[in-house]
């Protein structure tokens, strides 16, 4: 699987159509801009026709940074999960690499996981193993 990476000028355009302040040269830029509070305005954002597949990249990294996030906070409700599920089981191809990132596919415990990563391996198996 080619590894992918967010671009500059997709974090600018995020940056500018959600009004995020994160600087768009930053290196973990999904990270840094994630916020659980806003995951359903970001998944809605996913949407937008004026998006283009780079876009949408940058934008599914930021959803599921935002979803472990609520996650952690425990307010990921399972409406919104079960819809940003979807959106990277049909969009698997284009989102491979991060969801591979977040299964964390060599950790041996719980303690070298991310809370998500449960989730993100049902991701997987149902995007890739069937």
């Not at 979803?67 to 906070?73: G, N």
Request: proline content about 2%; charged content about 20%; hydrophobic content about 45%.
């Amino acid at each position: 699987m080619p590894e992918r990476w967010i671009g500059t000028s997709e974090c600018a355009r995020l940056n500018a159509l959600l009004s995020i302040s994160t600087d768009a040269q930053c290196q973990d830029w999904q990270y840094i801009a994630s916020d659980g509070l806003r995951l359903a305005e970001f998944v809605a954002a996913y949407h937008l026709p004026q998006l283009n597949d780079d876009d949408r990249f940058a934008l599914m990294a930021l959803i599921v940074s935002s979803a472990h996030d609520a996650l952690d906070r425990g307010i990921l409700n399972a409406e919104l999960w079960s819809d940003i599920q979807c959106l990277l089981v049909t969009d698997a191809t284009l989102h491979a690499h991060t969801i591979l990132y977040w299964c964390v596919a060599d950790a041996t415990c719980d303690d070298e996981m991310f809370t998500l990563t449960p989730r993100m391996r049902a991701v997987w198996n149902a995007a890739f193993d069937s």
